[in-house]
């Protein structure tokens, strides 16, 4: 059973910091996409970036490119989400979610749809304000 505990959350000025970990168990980095999501108030449940199992390739949304990445701590079996440069329209609850694809035929695929995605972590809060 896959279970994913995201932490890290709080509160970040403009144009500050700030870094979401992922405790990962009964998945497998070599074998499931391990991606980011987030959701606002009033919007819907939005894609961030992930790293994709087939290759290792990591895919971000063009709102957060240049400014978010996404990396796995090994020993510690963690995805991370460093965040960036960051802005009030990055204030939401964002979700860590695992999926099993990652290629079609000999090609990479990154899931990007969050019915893609099989596991879900239970949210942390990131609010952007000064």
């Known amino acids: 059973q896959v279970q994913l505990i995201e932490s890290g959350g709080g509160l970040v000025q403009p144009g500050g910091s700030l870094t979401l970990s992922c405790a990962v168990s009964?998945?497998?980095?070599?074998?499931?996409?391990m991606g980011w999501f987030r959701q606002a108030p009033g919007k819907e449940r939005e894609f961030v970036g992930a790293?994709?199992?087939?290759?290792?390739?990591?895919t971000y949304a063009p709102s957060v490119r240049w400014r978010f990445t996404v990396s796995k701590n090994n020993p510690t079996n963690t995805l991370v989400l460093q965040m960036e440069k960051m802005k009030p329209e990055d204030t939401a609850v964002y979700y860590c979610?695992?999926?099993?694809?990652?290629?079609?035929?000999?090609?990479?695929?990154?899931?990007?749809?969050?019915?893609?995605?099989?596991?879900w972590g239970q949210g942390t809060q990131v609010t952007v304000s000064s």
């Open positions: 979610a695992a999926s099993v694809k990652g290629q079609k035929g000999n090609d990479v695929y990154t899931p990007v749809r969050v019915d893609e995605y099989d596991d």
């Open positions: 009964g998945a497998s980095f070599s074998s499931y996409t």
């Open positions: 790293r994709n199992w087939y290759d290792g390739s990591t």
